[in-house]
């Protein structure tokens, strides 16, 4: 079974400074691994994702990720935030199945 | 050019009266997915339809049905909601079931039960 562990509910983060959101897996096969955005009453925008190849992703709002297989861990930074990313970030598995494994959530609070 | 579209965005219905939340896609993929995400957790699979196939979670209540009538629709029936069903309710979906594939999310229908 796979399961996805987000270690912070909520980062509260000064607008410019840095920022790094973790996250865990538990997989006993290979697995795909996606950061998800969710800003209030919105649905869910696939932020970045790591299939294969360089273990750092990026994504075009700043955002990169590093897939740490002996760490287990897929942990999301900025160097420098904006009010704007203020929102819930999910991070998920999934293997071959198709089912998206969702992390319980961290909500990036980015104060001015 | 939204791809993934709900409706409604708010939905009040009565306790146990059904309800019908609606899903449409203009991206012609084959699976359709319904979650379900309670307030400050993280979102719950409840079934998906790869094509015609339908596949049920296995802790999915009865209570939750749903209908693919063609590629591009898909809905939820709550038969007879309760209060913890207030929840937001979303649609996704994918080109095919590999792990790597993308799933595209609609903005969600909130339910609130009274």
């Known amino acids: 079974a796979q399961s996805v562990t987000q270690l912070d509910s909520q980062v509260p983060v000064f607008e410019e400074a840095p920022v790094e959101l973790r996250c865990n897996y538990s997989s006993s096969v290979s697995v795909y691994l996606f950061w998800y955005v969710q800003y209030p009453n919105q649905g869910l925008q696939l932020l970045l994702k790591y299939l294969s190849g360089s273990t750092l992703v990026e994504s075009i709002n700043g955002f990169e990720a590093e897939f740490n297989k002996s760490q287990t861990s897929f942990h999301l930074r900025k160097p420098s935030v904006h009010i704007s990313d203020t929102a819930e970030y999910f991070c998920?598995?999934?293997?071959?199945?198709?089912?998206?494994?969702f992390g319980q959530g961290t909500t990036l609070q980015v104060k001015p | 050019d939204a791809m993934v579209i709900q409706n409604p965005r708010y939905q009040v219905t009565q306790f146990g009266k059904p309800v019908t939340l609606s899903c449409s896609q203009t991206l012609n993929h084959n699976v359709m997915y319904w979650y379900q995400q309670k307030s400050s957790q993280a979102p719950k699979l409840l079934f998906h339809y790869y094509d015609k196939d339908f596949n049920n979670e296995a802790d999915t209540p009865d209570n939750f049905q749903s209908r693919r009538p063609n590629t591009s629709f898909c809905f939820l029936d709550i038969r007879s909601p309760g209060l913890g069903d207030a929840a937001m309710y979303l649609c996704a979906t994918s080109r095919d079931l590999g792990g790597a594939t993308e799933a595209f999310f609609g903005q969600g229908t909130r339910l609130t039960v009274v």
């Open positions: 998920a598995v999934n293997s071959n199945t198709g089912k998206l494994i």
